[in-house]
């Protein structure tokens, strides 16, 4: 079994800072692309940034989002980090870490796991 947790949610004003983390445990082989997603209140569930094993990153299809946010990982900690700056009342959210995980020697043993969330509010 594979757990994520993710830390580094809470309350800013906007054009504030906040750096989420997300740190996978459990009995891991090896880590495949790890990603952010979030859910605003009554709205659904969308990526906002991905990581592969080697390094590609993909952002929401946003200019602003590109200039504001910043994916990274550790594959050392099997950890993923959202770097996000600016920040506005929009971005206010559940802040989700996706990853996908393989458990096992072969191809059949790779899943997706999520975290439970972590919350983001930004509001003045």
């Known amino acids: 079994q594979v757990q994520l947790m993710e830390s580094g949610g809470g309350s800013l004003q906007p054009g504030g800072s906040l750096r989420l983390s997300c740190a996978a445990s459990?009995?891991?082989?090896?880590?495949?692309?790890m990603a952010w997603y979030r859910q605003a209140p009554g709205r659904e569930r969308e990526a906002v940034a991905q990581i592969t094993s080697d390094g590609v990153i993909s952002y929401r299809d946003s200019a602003k989002d590109k200039d504001r946010f910043t994916i990274s990982r550790d594959n050392a900690k099997n950890t993923v980090h959202l770097q996000m700056n600016n920040l506005e009342p929009e971005d206010t959210a559940v802040y989700y870490c996706?990853?996908?995980?393989?458990?096992?020697?072969?191809?059949?043993?790779?899943?997706?796991?999520w975290g439970l969330g972590t919350q983001v509010t930004v509001s003045s």
């Open positions: 996706n990853m996908r995980v393989r458990t096992g020697p072969g191809w059949g043993f790779w899943s997706t796991y």
């Open positions: 459990g009995s891991i082989t090896s880590i495949g692309a």
